[in-house]
């Protein structure tokens, strides 16, 4: 079964400073995607970046940008110069083919990042 | 159609009671799938739709728990018989064949006092 591991509970980061978070996973896969997604107080989960398994090179979203390591199956997030509206809670989320191909989400427990002016 | 569409967005009940969910899922999103999450969680995966049939369950929905798409466009998620477990924020999301990724609704935060 695959599982994802978040084991930064809680970061913080200065306004416009860089921050990164960690998240490592657990698979047999081959065809799979990963991502990270934020959940402000509203709660609705926003998807930030997605990384396709094959491809080599590293996605990249304006100030967020990730460091896929598939052999060591390490996915991190780095948030280039922090805004006041980054401060969320970031999931990290594996996407695989599972059973019959339904592309269920596995998650992280979450970090929940605060950003100080 | 601006995105997943949950109501209500809160829900307060007494335990024992049946509770109702609503999902409007993006049209022309033939999959969709229930989460659950609980503070300082992530998300639980509850179950998934293709179109209406429903093609996977999480040994997390008990007997008590039971969804439906039916026609394959909304789907709706009761739980009878309301336990202080159950509450929980419920989310669903609904993604195109072509999976890329999953978009996600408000959810539904439901307390059971």
């Known amino acids: 079964a695959q599982t994802v591991t978040q084991s930064q509970p809680e970061m913080s980061v200065q306004e416009a400073e860089t921050v990164t978070l960690s998240c490592t996973y657990d698979?047999?896969?081959?065809?799979?995607?990963l991502f990270w997604y934020k959940q402000p107080p509203s709660r609705q989960m926003i998807l930030v970046i997605r990384?396709?398994?094959?491809k080599q090179q590293n996605a990249t979203e304006n100030r967020f940008s990730v460091n896929f390591q598939k052999a060591a199956k390490s996915f991190s997030l780095k948030i280039s110069d922090s805004q006041l509206g980054d401060a969320a809670m970031y999931f990290c989320a594996y996407g695989g083919g599972n059973a019959g191909n339904n592309r269920k989400l596995i998650w992280g427990l979450g970090t929940s990042l605060a950003v100080n002016p | 159609d601006t995105g997943v569409s949950q109501d209500p967005r809160h829900k307060i009940t007494k335990r024992g009671q049946n509770v109702t969910f609503r999902c409007d899922p993006i049209s022309e999103h033939n999959r969709l799938y229930w989460y659950r999450q609980t503070l300082g969680q992530g998300p639980e995966f509850l179950t998934y739709f293709q179109n209406e049939a429903q093609l996977e369950k999480s040994r997390l929905l008990s007997d008590r728990f039971s969804a439906e798409r039916p026609k394959g466009s909304f789907s709706t998620l009761e739980i009878q018989r309301t336990e202080q477990g159950d509450s929980a924020m419920y989310l669903c999301a609904s993604s195109p064949d072509r999976w890329t990724e999953a978009f996600f609704g408000q959810g539904t935060r439901l307390t059971v006092v």
């Open positions: 990384q396709e398994a094959y």
């Open positions: 698979t047999s896969e081959s065809d799979y995607y």
